[in-house]
């Protein structure tokens, strides 16, 4: 699965196309559909691809993503949520799981989704 990492402009429903046909006539294809508004996708890289964290890192690089954007330190967070700053550490480093309440408070306080902590 493909993810984009910036939504392009499109009206309505977006909808994907296939082709199969020539390859000396792909670029002409390519260049005609961009005169139609489509975009071309296919040197998209899934997102996984492009960073080298694990399944078990990827919340702690989240949080520690989230609490940098708001320009929080962790002892900042901890005051905000009432998680101890050992806790907030200890989970952005990956050495402790983040349940799914401790999501929610952490969500609020960076104004974020609370699933991605999950």
Not at 13 to 30: C, Q, T, Y
Not at 31 to 58: H, I, N
Not at 69 to 84: D, N, R
């Amino acid at each position: 699965m493909r993810a984009r990492m910036k939504k392009h402009p499109i009206e309505k429903d977006p909808i994907e196309l296939h082709f199969v046909g020539p390859s000396i006539k792909r670029n002409e294809a390519v260049d005609m559909l961009k005169t139609l508004g489509f975009v071309d996708v296919s040197e998209a890289v899934p997102w996984r691809e492009c960073f080298s964290y694990s399944d078990e890192q990827l919340p702690g690089v989240c949080l520690a993503g989230a609490r940098g954007k708001e320009g929080l330190t962790q002892k900042q967070l901890s005051e905000l949520t009432g998680i101890p700053q050992r806790h907030i550490s200890e989970m952005e480093n990956g050495k402790r799981s983040i349940g799914k309440e401790t999501a929610r408070r952490l969500g609020k306080a960076l104004n974020v989704g609370y699933k991605v902590f999950l």
